[in-house]
């Protein structure tokens, strides 16, 4: 069963309290949405599913990050390729799935960058990816002391893995982040 998006948000609030997750959450279903368009014949409604879901755990099982996350989507009936989707993206660093398909690439690359970009856009006076550049990102991206947190090593890796140069990555994510800008509070002021 592939649950619907108000069904996958009402799970992740259901386990997510924590506004700055869930508008995580909103950022990186946004991002796999734009994403799953640049790619002929794959479902936007999955991956941004997938996307929406990925830190359903996180929360309320840091120590099981995406273990714990199987075991909730088998119990509510998710697909495989769901589960697998969602618990792929912690490859190396807390589960040993590794990322095969398109969507699962581009979830492992993102999930992180999309925090780079968020901590960036943060920091500009129109705290907005509306006028978010590539430059500005790779700027930050060089500092290792912004957003000390973000794994560049995972960003790196998974541009490789989609055959993507590091700009092509960025310039996508800000596209797909934009498109979800004044849900996840980085639109334009107002």
Same mark, same amino acid.
């Given at each position: 069963?592939?649950?619907?998006?108000?069904?996958?948000?009402?799970?992740? #609030?259901?386990?997510?309290?924590?506004?700055?997750?869930?508008?995580?959450?909103?950022?990186?279903?946004?991002?796999?949405?734009?994403?799953?368009?640049?790619?002929?014949?794959?479902?936007?409604?999955?991956?941004?599913?997938?996307?929406?879901?990925?830190?359903?755990?996180?929360?309320?099982?840091?120590?099981?990050?995406?273990?714990?996350?199987?075991?909730?989507?088998?119990?509510?009936? #998710?697909?495989?390729?769901?589960?697998?989707?969602?618990?792929?993206?912690?490859?190396?660093?807390?589960?040993?799935?590794?990322?095969?398909?398109?969507?699962?690439?581009?979830?492992?690359?993102?999930?992180?960058?999309?925090?780079?970009?968020?901590?960036?856009?943060?920091?500009?006076?129109?705290?907005?990816?509306?006028?978010?550049?590539?430059?500005?990102?790779?700027?930050?991206?060089?500092?290792?002391?912004?957003?000390?947190?973000?794994?560049?090593?995972?960003?790196?890796?998974? #541009?490789?893995?989609?055959?993507?140069?590091?700009?092509?990555?960025?310039?996508?994510?800000?596209?797909?982040?934009?498109?979800?800008?004044?849900?996840?509070?980085?639109?334009?002021?107002?």
């Amino acid at each position: 069963m592939n649950p619907t998006r108000e069904k996958a948000w009402e799970l992740f #609030a259901r386990y997510n309290e924590s506004d700055s997750l869930r508008k995580h959450a909103l950022t990186v279903e946004g991002v796999m949405r734009h994403f799953a368009g640049l790619y002929p014949g794959e479902d936007p409604e999955l991956w941004g599913v997938v996307g929406l879901l990925h830190d359903l755990d996180y929360e309320k099982y840091p120590d099981r990050h995406c273990v714990k996350v199987q075991e909730i989507l088998r119990e509510e009936g #998710a697909d495989e390729v769901i589960i697998r989707g969602v618990a792929s993206h912690g490859y190396g660093m807390c589960c040993d799935i590794e990322p095969q398909s398109q969507m699962e690439k581009v979830l492992f690359t993102i999930d992180e960058l999309s925090g780079l970009i968020t901590a960036a856009a943060l920091m500009r006076p129109s705290h907005s990816v509306m006028d978010m550049e590539v430059k500005s990102v790779k700027k930050k991206f060089k500092d290792k002391r912004f957003a000390a947190g973000v794994n560049r090593e995972v960003i790196l890796q998974g #541009a490789e893995r989609l055959g993507m140069d590091l700009d092509a990555v960025i310039t996508e994510t800000i596209k797909g982040m934009q498109e979800v800008a004044d849900a996840i509070g980085l639109g334009t002021e107002s």
